[in-house]
């Protein structure tokens, strides 16, 4: 490789980099006080969520993780951050919670009310 095209891709590789850095930097908290800011936003908006709301309701904050779960309890993960979790109960609404072989449903309603919802959590997240 000649020196010129090594210089080249120098140059090149640093600037494409520092424009990777620099939007990154912009997108993420940059100090410790920013970092608390974020986590006690998400937080905040976590602790909006209250049993006799939907799931409707509750999925605006939080969407479904993967691991064992029925219709009517299941972990669901921060919007924010896939490590910030809750684990709700729900109360079927217009429908039966079980099906004719008396087994918890498998059909989740979007009018199902949460009757229980834990206190936020962190933990890493559930592949399957």
């Known amino acids: 490789m000649s020196t010129r095209l090594i210089a080249s891709v120098i140059v090149i590789g640093t600037a494409v980099g520092s424009t990777l850095v620099g939007a990154a930097a912009r ?6 006080e920013d970092h608390v800011a974020w986590v006690a936003e998400g937080l905040k908006r976590m602790q909006t969520i209250k049993p006799g ?3 409707t309701e509750l999925l605006v904050v939080f969407t479904t993780e993967g691991g064992l779960f029925t219709a ?6 921060s919007r924010d951050c896939p490590y910030f979790k ?3 109960e729900f109360e079927a609404v217009g429908r039966s ?14 009018q199902d ?6 206190r936020p959590y962190l933990q890493f997240s559930v592949m399957d």
């Open 27 to 32: 997108s993420q908290p940059t100090t410790r």
């Open 72 to 77: 009517l309890r299941r972990t669901f993960v």
């Open 113 to 118: 009310r949460i009757i229980k919802i834990s």
């Open 53 to 55: 709301m939907t799931r």
């Open 86 to 88: 809750v684990d709700v």
């Open 97 to 110: 919670s079980r099906d004719s072989d008396g087994r918890v449903t498998m059909i989740e309603g979007v």
